[in-house]
């Protein structure tokens, strides 16, 4: 991970918060990382967890605290290889917290959306973090099976492209991912999510994994800068409405929501029909 390869090992110096609404947490204090080393990062679902210890202090879980954020779908972590010089811009731009290290390096937390959805939990236990404590499995990890997937869809009921993106059913699976597994998997983003048959759900299964695993390979250790670009690169169906499915170069199609959207491929997932491009779509003929 690119910001364990930079940061870990060094100690805060400082924390400045630009956001008061960013931050979910009181107890321990944000300004509580100062002084404290970076011993691990990690993964929880959709949140960027950074723990913190002081040297000396014995076993690492004994005076360690977290840093756990979610991004939402604005949000960077930009490293800074010299973060003293720079300013901390206008009060209410997109900067919602800076961190400096002992090394003069540093990042900043960003969001650029006009709808701040980004949070910042400073915790003694990652349990106490009301979205992580809620996560479902990991797909990615070992024990999750064909029948973990049954179980999950079947907690979250509904249509398919929910299901997926419920992350108290399975955690970290996105909208845009969610699109690129169900584009995989030849599945509707409107299938019951309950019906699938036993090789739809074998399929979707592998797609799942496939994809999620292939996304993070391709992000390992790349910058913040380029991973917009990266993760567009590689998608075969999301963010592309009207450009040619390549697999069987139907046009690929849109559902638009108020506040977001997803896509599919008409010929590959819906037998030929089209989606109508509002919420609770029903298949036109």
């Not at 074998?202 to 797609?207: K, V």
């Not at 910058?223 to 670009?229: N, T």
């Not at 590689?234 to 963010?239: P, S």
Request: with cysteine.
């Amino acid at each position: 991970m690119f910001l364990a390869e930079r940061c870990v090992g060094k100690k805060v110096e400082r924390v400045e918060l630009h956001s008061l609404s960013a931050l979910k947490t009181f107890d321990p204090p944000l300004d509580g990382l100062v002084g404290r080393t970076m011993t691990a990062v990690e993964r929880r679902g959709k949140f960027l967890c950074a723990a913190f210890g002081r040297e000396g202090s014995g076993p690492p879980e004994g005076d360690r605290i977290w840093l756990a954020l979610h991004l939402s779908r604005s949000g960077w972590v930009r490293w800074r290889e010299d973060i003293r010089t720079l300013k901390p811009g206008p009060k209410r731009g997109p900067l919602a917290m800076r961190a400096r290290l002992d090394d003069g390096s540093g990042f900043d937390v960003t969001e650029a959306a006009k709808e701040k959805r980004l949070s910042v939990h400073v915790v003694r236990d990652l349990s106490e973090v009301p979205g992580i404590a809620k996560l479902g499995p990991d797909p990615l990890h070992e024990s999750f099976g064909v029948e973990e997937l049954r179980a999950a869809l079947a907690s979250a009921g509904g249509q398919l492209k929910s299901a997926l993106t419920d992350q108290s059913a399975i955690a970290g699976v996105g909208n845009a991912y969610s699109d690129e597994i169900l584009h995989a998997a030849k599945l509707s983003p409107f299938k019951n999510a309950t019906k699938l048959t036993d090789d739809e759900l074998e399929l979707l299964h592998r797609s799942l994994r496939e994809i999620m695993r292939d996304a993070l390979e391709r992000s390992a250790g790349m910058p913040a800068a380029d991973l917009k670009s990266e993760k567009r690169s590689g998608m075969r169906v999301h963010g592309r409405p009207g450009e040619e499915c390549p697999v069987c170069r139907d046009k690929v199609r849109s559902v638009n929501y108020s506040s977001s959207n997803f896509q599919y491929c008409p010929t590959c997932q819906t037998g030929g029909k089209v989606l109508a491009d509002r919420r609770m779509s029903r298949l036109l003929k």
